[in-house]
C-alpha cells in the first residue's frame, strides 16, 4: 500500500496553461505539505495544511492555489503556468508538526 | 573525498567504508532534527531523527551526531553499501510550527 500517492507522475505543458496534481495519504496524517524541487535538489516547501485549514504559505505566487477537499487530500493548482515553474513537486505528510514526514514519489513538471 | 561548488556537493567512498556526511543548520531554536535519503526518481525517505535534548542516536548502521554549540548535524553510515548511494538532506524544525528547511543536500557515491 502506497502512503503517499501523487498524480501524475510526469506533467508537460506549455506556458500559460493552468494543471493541478493531486496528493493522496493513507497514514490518517492531519498535515500535509507541498515542496518544491529544483534542478539543484534544492527542496523548498510551499504551504503546510492541518485539518484542512492553510497553516503555511512561504511566498509562493498566487498563482499556486493549494485545496484540501478533506484530510487526506491536498491537490495542488497551478494557474498561468511559467517556464520557472519547472520543478519536481513533492507532497508530504506528517502525523503532527514536528514529526518526520512522508513524502509522495515527487511530480516532474516541465513547462514549455 | 568531499567537493563544494556550483553542484551538489558529492561524497565518494569506498564500499564497506564508514560515512560521514555533514550538515550545517541554520536556527538555533530548532530542536527537531531528520535526516532523508532520496534515491533517483523518488520522494526523500526517513532514516532518522535526533531531538535537540540529545547528541547521539544510533539507528541500524547509522548514527546521528547533534552539536548544538555549533549548530551542526552529521550522518554515520557504517560499511557503506552500494545501495546507500542517494542524495542526503538534512532537516530540522521548531516542534509546534510547520516549517522544516533542508539543507542543501549531498551525494553519496559508492565506488565498488
Known amino acids: 500500500d502506497t502512503a503517499v500517492s501523487q498524480t501524475p507522475k510526469y506533467l508537460v505543458t506549455q506556458m500559460g496553461n493552468d494543471k493541478s496534481i493531486k496528493c493522496e495519504q493513507n497514514?490518517?496524517?492531519?498535515?500535509m505539505y507541498w515542496y518544491k524541487q529544483d534542478s539543484k535538489k534544492f527542496l523548498k516547501i510551499m504551504f503546510s495544511?492541518?485539518?484542512?485549514?492553510?497553516?503555511i504559505n512561504e511566498t509562493v505566487p498566487n498563482r499556486f492555489s493549494p485545496k484540501s477537499p478533506d484530510k487526506a487530500h491536498l491537490n495542488l493548482h497551478i494557474n498561468s503556468l511559467e517556464l520557472g515553474d519547472s520543478a519536481v513537486y513533492f507532497c508530504?505528510?506528517?502525523?503532527?508538526?514536528?514529526?518526520?514526514?512522508?513524502f509522495g514519489p515527487g511530480t516532474r513538471l516541465t513547462v514549455l | 573525498g568531499e567537493s563544494v561548488g556550483l553542484h551538489l556537493p558529492t561524497l565518494s567512498v569506498q564500499e564497506g567504508d564508514n560515512s560521514i556526511i555533514n550538515c550545517a543548520y541554520s536556527n538555533s531554536a530548532s530542536d527537531y532534527f531528520i535526516w532523508y535519503k532520496q534515491e533517483s526518481g523518488k520522494g526523500p525517505q526517513f532514516i532518522i531523527d535526533i531531538r535537540s535534548n540529545m547528541d547521539k542516536r544510533q539507528g541500524q548502521r547509522v548514527t546521528v551526531l547533534l552539536n548544538k554549540t555549533v549548530k551542526h548535524l552529521s550522518l554515520q553510515i557504517a560499511a557503506t553499501q552500494p545501495g546507500d548511494s542517494a542524495v542526503y538532506f538534512c532537516?530540522?524544525?521548531?516542534?509546534?510550527?510547520?516549517?522544516?528547511?533542508f539543507g542543501t543536500g549531498t551525494r553519496l557515491k559508492v565506488l565498488a
Open positions: 532537516a530540522e524544525t521548531l516542534s509546534g510550527t510547520y516549517k522544516y528547511i
Open positions: 497514514l490518517g496524517h492531519d498535515t
Open positions: 495544511y492541518n485539518n484542512k485549514e492553510l497553516i
Open positions: 508530504a505528510s506528517s502525523q503532527t508538526p514536528g514529526r518526520e514526514q512522508f
